[in-house]
């Protein structure tokens, strides 16, 4: 899309395929837009905010990836 100078808006609920793929990500919480930023900047404290999860950000050949940390209480 961008050779031909076109913009393609897509609603992904798989973070880690938007990271790898998009130039930007919009999160919403509550509905409402809370956070524009590119792939880089997403962080454990903006997942935190966002999605109240834990969670860590992992890099593998030259790609981020969010790790979920399912946390275990007995």
Do not use: Q, W
């Amino acid at each position: 899309a961008s050779e031909k100078g076109i913009a393609v808006l897509a609603v992904l609920h798989d973070l880690n395929l938007a990271m790898a793929y998009a130039d930007k990500l919009l999160f919403l919480k509550n509905g409402r837009s809370c956070c524009l930023c590119t792939p880089d900047k997403v962080d454990s404290a903006l997942l935190k905010e966002v999605y109240a999860v834990n969670a860590d950000i992992a890099e593998a050949d030259g790609r981020r990836f969010a790790i979920i940390r399912k946390e275990f209480t007995l």
